[in-house]
C-alpha cells in the first residue's frame, strides 16, 4: 500500500496568492483528517471528514481555508488568499471506521511544507 | 484550553535506559489514548495505543500506562536505542465522537549512544 500521499512536498508563495494543497487517503479509509502543524501551535486538526461529508470544521482557521472531498480518494485543502502567518507543515490523515466509529489509528502522510512569503 | 498535554518538551537519555514520557489529560469523556511517534520530514506513525478498560498495554519495548483517575499516562521505552530518537505525540479520542483526535504538543526524544 502507498500510503497517504500529499502534494506537493513543498510549497513557496507569495502572500496573497491561493494555495492549493492535495491528499489521497489510503484506499477503503473512510475517514480523512486535516492538520496543521507550527512550533507555536502544535498538532491542530482543521478538519476532518467521514465518507466524503465534512464532520467538524470547528478547526480551520479562518473563511480564508476551505476543504473538499468531492470523492473517496481525493481532498483539497484550499488557502485564499494566503498569509505568512500561514507558514506550517499541512498533513493529512486517514483511518478505518466501521458503523460511524473510527478505529482511531490515524494514517499519516509525509506533510506538505507551506512557505509563504 | 488544552485538553491534552505534555508538559515536557524534551528528553534526553543515555542508550540501553529506560525512556518515560508523560502525558496528562482533562476531559473525563477521553476512553481511547494513542502515542504516535514522528521523525524529521515524515508524517506521525501510530506507535501504541491503550483503551480506558485497561491500564497497561504492552508491545515490545514500549509500554504504556494508564492511571484514569490522575487523567494521566505514560509511555515507557527500554531499553531505548538512538533510532528512538524522535518526537512524541500523544493523543487522546472519545469514541462516542467518532474520529476526532486530540493531540499533544509533543516531546521530542533524544537517546544518546
Known amino acids: 500500500d502507498a500510503g497517504v500521499i500529499q502534494s506537493p512536498r513543498h510549497e513557496v508563495t507569495e502572500m496573497g496568492q491561493e494555495v492549493t494543497l492535495r491528499c489521497k487517503p489510503i484506499s477503503g479509509h473512510d475517514y480523512l483528517f486535516w492538520y496543521r502543524q507550527t512550533m507555536m501551535r502544535g498538532l491542530e486538526l482543521l478538519i476532518y471528514f467521514n465518507n466524503n461529508v465534512p464532520i467538524d470544521d470547528s478547526g480551520m482557521p479562518e473563511d480564508r481555508f476551505s476543504a473538499k472531498m468531492p470523492n473517496a480518494s481525493f481532498s483539497t485543502l484550499k488557502i485564499q488568499p494566503s498569509e505568512p502567518r500561514d507558514s506550517a507543515v499541512y498533513f493529512c490523515a486517514s483511518s478505518f471506521g466501521t458503523s460511524g466509529v473510527s478505529t482511531d489509528t490515524q494514517y499519516f502522510g509525509p506533510g506538505t511544507r507551506l512557505t509563504v512569503l | 484550553d488544552q485538553q491534552v498535554k505534555q508538559n515536557s518538551p524534551s528528553l534526553s537519555v543515555q542508550e540501553g535506559r529506560i525512556s518515560i514520557l508523560n502525558c496528562d489529560y482533562t476531559?473525563?469523556?477521553?476512553?481511547?489514548f494513542l502515542w504516535y511517534k514522528k521523525y524529521p520530514a515524515e508524517g506521525p506513525t501510530f506507535l501504541i495505543s491503550?483503551?480506558?478498560?485497561?491500564d497497561k498495554n504492552e508491545d515490545g519495548r514500549f509500554t504504556v500506562f494508564l492511571n484514569k483517575s490522575a487523567k494521566h499516562l505514560s509511555l515507557h521505552i527500554v531499553p531505548s536505542q538512538p533510532g528512538d530518537s524522535a518526537v512524541y505525540f500523544c493523543?487522546?479520542?472519545?469514541?462516542?465522537?467518532?474520529?476526532?483526535?486530540?493531540f499533544g504538543d509533543g516531546t521530542t526524544l533524544t537517546v544518546k549512544p
Open positions: 493523543a487522546a479520542s472519545a469514541r462516542r465522537k467518532a474520529g476526532k483526535s486530540t
Open positions: 476531559n473525563s469523556m477521553f476512553d481511547y
Open positions: 491503550i483503551s480506558s478498560i485497561k
